[in-house]
């Protein structure tokens, strides 16, 4: 991806920097690596005492950083749904806050995912006209010949079920997404689906199949089968939360799964075992890809402000990434593109604009 | 897996000799196999001219080997929807029929899934009290430990979306398949969803939890994610066709993935590509388990007769696998056995066993 150089000075995105697997270190020590490489502002919400130290041995740009404090922040266990009302003043809350009231561009997190879309859902407006917001998140395909070898899939758990509006809502904000923010020129989209044939998954996959066909600015591609989706036939898969979360956690999974098969294998032929062995260090590349560390995260469209979820396991250079990947979604006007598609879509289908 | 010699002299499999991407060669090679082996009976479904000229040049017992003739057959491309009004008399729907009219003891066919199903549904009576039927496959896990690190995941296509008590129904199923056909005692039951809580995944899902948990004797383990479906904590996984049929496509995906993956590495790193090459023919192997050769395919559940389905790129040992347990299940009164518990279970929940 490219990341310009040419940030507006007054780009400013709202940091939680006590959520994560490394934070705060890994976290602040990501925002200060971004000052160094760009003009974008960050404010780091969490706790001064701890963000201080953190900073005073590390390389920044003062006048581009702000500490927000609060002590309280969410914690992995915590039980999203509660967290609302026993932490008012959690950091990735207060986050939220600062882009509802215009302070900040856009927030990124790498904290519990459940109370960081409930925290964005509590304090940021929906884009108009979108129904439901969605997770997205990139994965490896076998598509070399792309310029771009990683597809976008959406949505993996900001939702359970979805209708076909909002599957095709998803659609549309994931082709701006795409193509403004990873680069990709008409990005190809398609229905994750259990057949190629357009009257397969039953009534809200094909009525969605159906309306995706007839969008003219929409290069819709089809269904795709779950094998088809590793091999890079689409650049954007659409489905509901259900099935996204359920695949991508396979996805994660099998890397792992594959070095421990190894030890099975050993029983069965040493030859196997040899060549897993082999592969492991690949393995973990290959992991390190999921994280989406080069990404800089996984985006909740659907807000009008950019909202990022980072991996939990992200270090410095992912949350810098993600920083990055945040300012430039904002400069690039991505979720006003994102009304005006919905809204010329809306149109086309209801005669009238959802307000 | 243990094929028991014990096979009553009056087991007979119906075999559909032209599905399959090697057929009739390999299916018929593969009967030939179990006469050979076992005393099972089979009944060979297909084009008589095309049959015996393999059977003529392959070791068999000619008195365990009946062939019923006809040159109708479905192909891949066929739609399935109309294959039972054009070609009435292709040799699944035939072979289906033998078991249905109680000739044949359970059949096998590695041809158009689709089509299968509905010969099936065509011809063979359900379980009393069954309301769906499901496709069941075996997947690797990466639990070494267990006796068989194999797990049970269902259903994989043969429904789109499902009530809690199909779902239920599903549980049963696969409990009784595997432990009386994959020899797993007291089998551990999953139910696929996008976290470990009771409530995660909507209302279907939220309903079959709170029934499974109340079965006294199902060994439920609760809500399994993605990634830990592949660690083997469950022996069972319970999913609609929708989810299951996605999730068993990406899994299969994974492996000629990784090592086109190689490719874009070498880009990157050239480590990287050589322990991928290193793999390239693990990735074989682990394809050929997903091929369920070892397994003898996948069984359509609920159906009074038992109905495999062999991949379609099965040959001679995994046809011959298939065969030997349709016998085996017949033997074990299976379908009787999960007859009874689906009565228990209707009689327990709805106060009368469903009829």
Redesign the interface.
Known sequence: MNYSESNQPHTVIAVDAMGGDFAPDEIVMGAARVTMETSINTILVGDKAKITPILDKTEHRSNQIEIVHTDQYIVNEDVPKIILSEKPRASMLIAAELCGSGRANGMVSAGNTGAYILSAAKNIPRIEGVRKTAIATVY???N?KKRD?FALLLDI?AN??CTAEELVQFAIMGKIYASDVKGVKAPTIAL???GKESHK??EILTQTYEILSSLKNLNFAGNI???????GLADIVVTE???G??????????A???S??G???FKR?F??????M??????K??KQITDYSEYGGAPLLGFREIVIKAHGRSRAKAIANAIKVAAKTHRDNVCEKMAREIAQYEQQFHGDPVV
Request: proline share 4%.
């Open positions: 490896p395909t076998r070399e070898p758990g359970i079920h994750l689906n259990i998954g039953g089968e779950g094998n088809d989706m590793l091999k939360g259900y099935v979360n359920i695949v991508m956690k396979t996805i994660e999974g099998i792992e799964t594959l421990h098969l030890r099975y294998a032929r030859v196997w075992m040899l060549g897993l082999a592969l492991s260090s690949g393995i590349q290959l």
